[in-house]
């Protein structure tokens, strides 16, 4: 298990298209997802976000600033979650995974929590990869939802 991908606040940083496109030099990828965060495809790089080299948007997390002020390793630790962070996150679909995730993370633990994401995100139809808010395997076409 790579602990550099499991962000503090519940986004498995495995099913994120932004690794995915970095980790694989996507380039197409990195295109589509560019407009998405108001950047340029060469800035869609990551390597995780407990990782030295995290993407842009990222870099400046509080909610993962306020896991590490208060030493937990991620919101699930938290007995205020979901706090006003979590609540207010400007993403509805990585606000709906968050309130999904933690509380798994926590019945699971980290280990098996990992696993279930990464189970998660495999297309129903012909069993490739999927990225987290995926609408459409990049394979098959079929319509997915895995939120």
């Known amino acids: 298990m790579n602990e550099e991908l499991l962000?503090?606040?519940?986004?498995?940083?495995g099913v994120c298209g932004v690794f995915l496109a970095s980790?694989?030099?996507?380039?197409?990828?990195?295109e589509r997802l560019a407009p998405a965060y108001g950047v340029s495809p060469e800035q869609i790089e990551c390597k995780g976000c407990?990782?030295?080299?995290?993407?842009a948007y990222c870099?400046?997390?509080?909610?993962?600033?306020?896991?590490?002020?208060?030493n937990y390793e991620g919101c699930h630790e938290c007995e205020e979650?979901?706090?006003?962070?979590?609540?207010?996150?400007?993403?509805p679909t990585g606000k709906n995974v968050m309130l999904r995730a933690v509380p798994s993370?926590?019945?699971?633990?980290?280990?098996?929590w990992v696993e279930q994401e990464e189970t998660r995100y495999i297309c129903p139809h012909c069993?490739?990869?999927?990225?987290?808010?995926?609408?459409?395997c990049r394979s098959c076409?079929?319509?997915?939802?895995?939120?």
């Open 105 to 112: 993370r926590r019945e699971l633990g980290t280990e098996r």
């Open 23 to 30: 980790r694989d030099n996507n380039q197409r990828l990195k």
């Open 81 to 91: 979650f979901p706090c006003g962070l979590i609540q207010d996150f400007p993403v």
């Open 7 to 13: 962000a503090p606040c519940g986004l498995y940083c």
């Open 127 to 136: 069993g490739s990869k999927l990225f987290r808010g995926s609408r459409r």
């Open 50 to 55: 407990l990782s030295g080299d995290r993407f």
């Open 59 to 70: 870099e400046s997390c509080s909610i993962r600033s306020c896991v590490s002020t208060k």
């Open 141 to 147: 076409k079929e319509p997915v939802n895995v939120d």
